[in-house]
């Protein structure tokens, strides 16, 4: 069974830093792209962040362009995301999402991420 | 960026109905198009990716179709686990943009 589970959510305050990890299982990690995909508290989803199989193509959007960081290990089927500089707008359920050009088919349960003072 | 104009917003329907949801999208993306069904503190999942192939799992009265900017999600016989939130996605280039989802509630 394809699993992927988020972890590293929390509380941060404005300007903070923050790591979330992804544990994929049930699948060969290292064949798949993946993705980050959050949604704000009542919003819609937004894509941030895609990585292909072998961690050489990497996209941002342009919210965090500069600020988060995905990357992978493949041996570990692990999938992370560091996220800097972190803003009250960037509070919200984040996601991994296996995928891409055939759409995200399977998704993680999501870690919650609070900016706040 | 493309743009992801769903319509309706938000929707009141029976179980029985046929519901169809549209996308818009601001430039052509050919088949490479997704619509999701989230319920509240669920991730999405995944219903129609290529605008028409239906996902492994996926009951059959769910149905997409359309190319290039003009798609639709049909519904052909509301049930009740079907009242949820529907996203479409493009998937044709970054950014992977998402519409603003309709809501799909009962009348």
């Known amino acids: 069974e394809v699993q992927l589970e988020e972890s590293g959510g929390g509380l941060v305050q404005p300007g903070g830093s923050l790591r979330l990890f992804c544990a994929a299982s049930g699948f060969t990690f290292g064949s798949y792209e993946m993705n980050w995909v959050r949604q704000a508290p009542g919003k819609g989803l937004e894509w941030i962040s895609y990585i292909s199989s072998g961690g050489t193509t990497i996209y941002y959007a342009d919210s965090v362009k500069g600020r988060f960081t995905i990357s992978r290990d493949n041996a570990k089927n692990s999938l992370y995301l560091q996220m800097n500089s972190l803003r009250a707008d960037d509070t919200a359920v984040y996601y991994c999402?296996?995928?891409?050009?055939?759409?995200?088919?399977?998704w993680g349960q999501g870690t919650l991420v609070t900016v706040s003072s | 960026d493309i743009q992801m104009t769903q319509s309706p917003s938000s929707l009141s329907a029976s179980v029985g109905d046929r519901v169809t949801i549209t996308c818009r999208a601001s430039q052509s993306v050919g088949i490479y198009f997704n619509w999701y069904q989230q319920k509240p503190g669920k991730a999405p999942k995944l219903l129609i990716y290529?605008?028409?192939s239906l996902q492994s799992g996926v009951p059959s009265r769910f149905s997409g179709s359309g190319s290039g900017t003009d798609f639709s999600l049909t519904i052909s016989s509301l049930q009740p686990e079907d009242f949820a939130t529907y996203y479409c996605?493009?998937?044709?280039?970054?950014?992977?943009?998402f519409g603003q989802g309709t809501r799909v509630d009962i009348k």
């Open positions: 290529a605008a028409s």
């Open positions: 996605q493009q998937s044709y280039n970054t950014p992977y943009t």
């Open positions: 999402a296996r995928g891409q050009a055939s759409g995200f088919s399977y």
